[in-house]
Structures are given as C-alpha cells and as structure tokens.
C-alpha cells in the first residue's frame, strides 16, 4: 500500500518510523511519504493560510497548494486501469477535521483494501471546501474525525488512523487471529474485549478468576462472552443492539 501525507509539519510524522508500522515500511508493505505542503507554495513566505470570506475568526488554508499537492501526489489521468501504473484502484483522499464522519474500524477494515491513501492534515481552522470538490472528480474523498474534540491539526489523527489501518495489511501482524478477538472486530458483535490475565496467579492479594483453569473451553469461551457483554453494558452501551420499547397501549399485555 502506498501512503503520503501531506502537512505544514512533516516532522510530527516521525513516529511512523518507529514499532509496527516502520517494521511495514522497512518490509515493503507500506510505501510511505511524507510532504510538506510549503513545497507546493511559490512565494517567498511559502504561504498556506488566508483570511476566510465572509468573515470569522481565524485562517483557511488555500486551495492552490492543496490542488497542485494531489496533482503530483494522483496525477490527473492516471489510468487506474493500467496495470503498469502505480496502482490499481483510484487512490482515497482522506481529509483529516474534527467536521469529518467519525473514525471507525469498520473504516479502517475499508481502507485496508485500498491501493493508494493520501492524508491531508488541515491546520488552521480548516482547507478551503473546494480542494475535496475538485479532488472528488478523480478520486474517493472522505473527510475524516477521529473523535468529538478539537486538535490543533490533522497530524495526530493521521498517526491514529494510519496505526489503525497499516496493522491490518496482511503480514504486519505475527499472529492475525489476534485481529480477531479485538474489542471493535466484526466477528465479536462489536463488542469490548474481555479482561486479560497472565502470571502470576495472585498478585497484591487478586487471583485470577477460577474459569481459566478448568481446562474447559467452552465454559471459558462462555465466561468471556459474559464479560465482554458485561463491561460493554457498563462503559458502551451505544455498542449493544438497541433493545425496543415494550409494547404500551389498551392492547399492550403487562407481565
Ligand atoms: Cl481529524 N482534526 C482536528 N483538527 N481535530 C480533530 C480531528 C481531526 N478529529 C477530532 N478532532
């Protein structure tokens, strides 16, 4: 997979270097760039920013920068069908502002599957609208929150949902069935995952609970589905099938 992000701050990006996803880029499964934006700017201040039509606090990012930034990253008429180029699918822009759809794993399970992703990290109070109206013409735009608050940039969201995705390309993880049994995975009806023990047994007077030394797998397997239910009920009961009203009314029955 090949991914570049753009940002007025390519060194906040360092940190993919490191653990899982530099192990990624140095295995060839990801194709990593990052670019500052600047470098598609050609005044002597390498401008980004301007005043918002229409007025209000703060700055907007231009659009010329932004434009000519996608160009080069997907140039226009790359023929996604052309087996010799780059990729094989239209590559995803991904704009990163807390106004985007929420970040899910279902998301990033989405995004796995793409050929080419390139992030865009606003700064600011956000990127002129037109930049993903153009960019929608020759690619998938998506913009992207990763949570209900407000950061200074996109940068760190990127580190999240880059994290998020690169960990599910084949190869990444040594033990893929551990994909499986996460909080968030689509086989765990979206539940959280149960509690975790290892050794030792008794630690500052708390043993680990009797069930997972029985030996019995199915009983363990029934208790942690109990957990899993359990502690979502308690911290996320958004997660959990809506349950309906009982019916109410003359012909409602009361047991
Ligand atoms: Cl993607 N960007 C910014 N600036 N703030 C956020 C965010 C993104 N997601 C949540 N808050």
Known sequence: MKIDVVSIFPEYLQPLNLSLVGKAIENGIVDLGVHDLRQWTHDRHRTVDDTPYGG??????????WGEALDDLAPVGADPDDSTAASGSRPRLLIMTPAGRPFTQRIADELADADHLIVACG???????????????RMQVDEISIGDYVLN???????VIIEAVVRLLPGVIGNPESLAEESHAAGQ?????????????SWRGLDVPDILFSGHHAKIAGWRREQ??????????DLLPEISDPPSGPGALHI
Request: glycine content about 10%.
């Open 153 to 159: 940039g996109g940068e760190a969201a990127a580190l």
């Open 123 to 137: 700064r600011y109070e956000g990127i002129d609208a037109r930049v993903a109206e153009d960019a929608a013409t």
């Open 228 to 237: 899993a239910e359990a502690l979502t009920r308690r911290r996320r009961p």
């Open 56 to 65: 209000g606090a703060g700055m907007v990012m231009k659009p010329e920068p």
């Open 189 to 201: 009806d979206g539940l959280l995952e149960y509690p975790l023990y290892t050794k030792p047994q």
